[in-house]
């Protein structure tokens, strides 16, 4: 079993950008599924953002795709939530997320994956201010 570390989470003003990293060990990075989780007050954790490592599609969910990206740094083998124009319902705990078993195939696939993570870590905190 792996680890991941989240960091990156901070208190900005609503407009700002953040960008939020997990960095793996224990892995072989580039076979992997990677996601980014968020848990909003008074909401059920979700998957939001995924990217297969091995190809390098990535997948937003709509409601956040026109702000957010994922993106990957194979090399320090890190995964990214790089999000602009935050808004005050983006505040939450945010959670990385890694499976070993299904990379290889699309973001699309490891969205659907890696739903039943469930190996949580702190993650890193969020909060913006209107």
């Known amino acids: 079993q792996g680890h991941l570390a989240e960091s990156g989470g901070g208190s900005v003003q609503a407009g700002e950008s953040l960008r939020l990293s997990c960095t793996t060990s224990?892995?072989?990075?580039?076979?992997?599924?990677m996601g980014w989780f968020r848990q909003t007050p008074g909401k059920e954790r979700e998957l939001i953002a995924t990217?297969?490592?091995?190809?390098?599609?990535?997948y937003v969910i709509e409601s956040v795709q026109d702000r957010f990206t994922i993106s990957q740094d194979r090399a320090k083998e890190t995964t990214s939530l790089i999000m602009n124009n935050l808004n005050s319902e983006d505040t939450g705990i945010y959670y990385c997320?890694?499976?070993?078993?299904?990379?290889?195939?699309?973001?699309?696939?490891?969205?659907?994956?890696?739903?039943?993570?469930?190996?949580w870590g702190p993650g890193t905190p969020v909060v913006v201010s209107s």
């Open positions: 224990g892995y072989y990075y580039r076979h992997l599924c």
């Open positions: 990217i297969d490592t091995a190809g390098g599609s990535d």
């Open positions: 997320a890694a499976d070993a078993e299904s990379w290889g195939k699309s973001a699309r696939y490891c969205y659907t994956t890696l739903k039943d993570f469930n190996s």
